[in-house]
């Protein structure tokens, strides 16, 4: 079935640095969906990617969709204390509408 | 954007035994879904909960061990019938929801913390 790989799986920066997690898959996306959980909480709905080459920003955050829609990327600028959790992204299997979240990139901040 | 609450929040619960998770949302949805979360590791499916129909489980995932109902569009409950430790995990329903949206986008509840000793 489809695998979704994230690396890396943690990732520790100081305040103030940037911070990317990259998502990708062995076989072409319809879209990529990115949540965050912070420690101890639940997956929140980030973002959704539909189209190829597709980049889109909240504030902080720059989500892009790879030209091949096979990978994807989260990229935070200048990271806050508040960043801190696990980013993953998610797919929804084509056929069968079913989310299949990827590995995960665990973040801490360093204040 | 839905709301979603579970019960219990946390357990620790003695093998062999049976835990009742239920989960409520607060509009009506056509699809929930129970998600498995191991400490530290991604969120795996265990099954789609839609109401009038069977749950439809992943693989690894059978109705023995994990029941599901689905009385009505804002309920659900899943069974961890007959636990081990092997169970201890987070447990997750979520909602799609796309009313009034392009998107299709999870809501997630804030989850069952079990602990099987």
């Known amino acids: 079935g489809q695998q979704v790989m994230q690396i890396p799986q943690y990732q520790h920066v100081q305040e103030g640095e940037d911070f990317t997690t990259y998502c990708n898959s062995s076989t072409t996306l319809s879209n990529i969906q990115w949540y965050k959980q912070r420690p101890g909480g639940h997956p929140v709905f980030l973002i959704q990617l539909v189209k190829s080459g597709e980049v889109k920003k909240q504030k902080r955050l720059t989500f892009q969709f790879g030209e091949a829609k096979k990978n994807s990327s989260l990229h935070i600028t200048a990271t806050q204390t508040t960043d801190v959790g696990t980013y993953f992204c998610a797919l929804i299997s084509s056929g069968t509408y079913k989310y299949i979240f990827g590995t995960g990139t665990r973040l801490k901040v360093l204040a | 954007s839905a709301v979603i609450s579970q019960k219990p929040s946390r357990d620790i619960c003695q093998r062999g035994t049976s835990l009742t998770i239920q989960c409520q949302v607060d509009?009506?949805?056509?699809?929930m879904f129970w998600y498995r979360q191991q400490p530290g590791q991604s969120l795996t499916l265990i099954a789609t909960?839609?109401?009038?129909?069977?749950?439809?489980?992943e693989s690894g995932f059978v109705i023995d061990k994990f029941p599901i109902s689905r009385p009505n569009l804002t309920f659900s409950t899943l069974t961890v019938s007959n636990m081990s430790p092997e169970d201890s995990s987070i447990y997750l329903c979520?909602?799609?929801?796309?009313?009034?949206?392009?998107?299709?986008?999870?809501?997630f509840g804030p989850g069952t913390r079990l602990l099987v000793l």
């Open positions: 509009s009506q949805v056509t699809m």
């Open positions: 979520s909602v799609e929801d796309t009313a009034g949206r392009p998107v299709e986008t999870q809501y």
């Open positions: 909960a839609n109401q009038g129909s069977e749950a439809t489980y």
